[in-house]
């Protein structure tokens, strides 16, 4: 699966594909949830990347846990089109938080080739 998902296709007809990827070692024993649309799609650790396929042509929320709050990003996916969101851990107060922002095509696609796919649906909240 994680070979497909490298191959960047054209999402089905109507969907949008979402890549969300965390690179680097930086708060490396730390792992974040990751959710699209309130629904967790799971959670990451240092050097894997998630991809789903959303409706396309709306806004989608995509949402990282944080030290006190989720750091959320919106973005209007159009059909027909991959999106790239990197997480990015930062330091907190007591424990690391996590943040997302949209990255363009090129430098996803490149982060993603040397990341493995990480496992869905396993949230800790």
Not at 30 to 51: M, Q, R, S, Y
Request: glycine content about 12%; aromatic content about 10%; charged content about 25%.
């Amino acid at each position: 699966m994680s070979d497909t998902a490298k191959q960047f296709n054209a999402p089905s007809d109507g969907k949008s594909g979402l890549y969300v990827y965390r690179s680097g070692s930086f708060g490396g024993a730390l792992k974040k949830d990751v959710w699209v649309d309130g629904k967790c799609i799971g959670e990451t650790a240092p050097n894997v990347f998630f991809h789903e396929e959303v409706k396309g042509n709306i806004e989608h929320k995509i949402s990282t846990e944080s030290e006190f709050s989720p750091n959320d990003l919106i973005i209007l996916m159009k059909a027909g089109k991959n999106y790239f969101v990197r997480q990015y851990m930062k330091m907190g107060v007591f424990v690391g938080g996590a943040g997302v922002e949209q990255v363009d095509e090129a430098e996803g696609k490149e982060a993603v080739k040397k990341l493995a796919l990480a496992k869905k649906g396993v949230c800790s909240e």
